[in-house]
């Protein structure tokens, strides 16, 4: 597989075109975050999020692109309750997670985040049981009863690629690309209907990420998956991915088709970033 590596973004609100061609499964509306960071004894702000709009379908895989402090690890984070946004609306299932001054009930089983580096995501004395089915603690009795199971667990296991042996284990008895399949393990014990993936291939070899990736498909389709895919790996987001958000300072100023996104970008910000990104081949 040949595929081109690595990207950055452009400028302007930019808002999603195609939200109204099926019934999203997630939804952010001009949501924005606020920072307010120190320099040189000052207080500064800086805006993360600068009312992004942009939807994602049930069932596809929805690139976030940007380079590094372009806001695709806050919105993360926002989707995730882990920060909270100082505007707009963030929806799942047309449920209200966050905006307007509400906060509805996370659906902890429902969305699931897989980590950049699986070294710091995994808790180092926990052995792998424990910590794939750590999520299953905020799940309702029935979902731990039918996903927490042995021979459902077992089953997991074998599907990421790691043997059932493996989950008497500590973490740092793994190589990296074990450690995420370990990581992707845990996000899909809740058999959850969105996951994000942030930078999920990042910390890896190049050989590796191709593995992480081609399992991440086979598991979509097994699984009925939709993934927020977090990258500034172009080439795997061509691969990868159904549409293409382009981010840039907080400003989402691209969101289209992958085709048309790398065929036909319309932001000169984009052409550049497809410009400046060196072929791989994994």
């Known amino acids: 597989m040949t595929v081109t590596s690595y990207a950055e973004d452009a400028g302007g609100s930019h808002s999603d075109p195609s939200a109204g061609a099926q019934p999203p499964l997630l939804e952010m509306a001009d949501v924005v975050k606020r920072f307010v960071v120190k320099k040189r004894g000052l207080r500064v702000e800086t805006i993360a999020a600068d009312r992004i709009s942009f939807s994602v379908r049930a069932g596809e895989v929805f690139g976030l692109v940007g380079e590094s402090g372009s806001g695709k690890s806050t919105l993360a984070h926002l989707i995730m309750g882990l920060e909270e946004p100082d505007g707009g609306e963030i929806r799942f299932r047309g449920q209200i997670l966050v905006g307007g001054g509400k906060r509805g009930m996370f659906p902890y089983g429902d969305i699931q985040m897989v980590f950049q580096d699986p070294r710091s995501s995994l808790e180092p004395r926990m052995r792998i049981r424990d910590i794939v089915l750590e999520p299953l603690r905020a799940v309702s009795p029935q979902r731990r009863r039918e996903y927490g199971n042995d021979e459902a667990l077992v089953e997991l296991m074998r599907r990421v690629g790691l043997h059932p042996d493996h989950l008497h284990r500590l973490p740092h008895e793994f190589s990296g690309g074990q450690r995420q399949r370990i990581a992707i393990a845990r ?96």
Not at 188 to 209: C, F, K, M, Y
């Open 187 to 282: 996000a899909l014990i809740t058999r959850p209907a969105l996951v994000i993936l942030d930078e999920p291939t990042s910390a890896l070899d190049v050989s590796v990420q191709a593995q992480v990736i081609n399992l991440l498909k086979d598991l979509q389709q097994q699984f009925g998956l939709t993934y927020l895919f977090i990258s500034h790996n172009m080439g795997l987001v061509k691969y990868f991915c159904d549409r293409v958000g382009v981010l840039y300072q907080g400003r989402l100023v691209e969101v289209g088709d992958a085709d048309q996104i790398f065929t036909q970008p319309q932001e000169a910000y984009t052409q550049k970033l497809l410009e400046s990104v060196p072929s791989v081949v994994v």
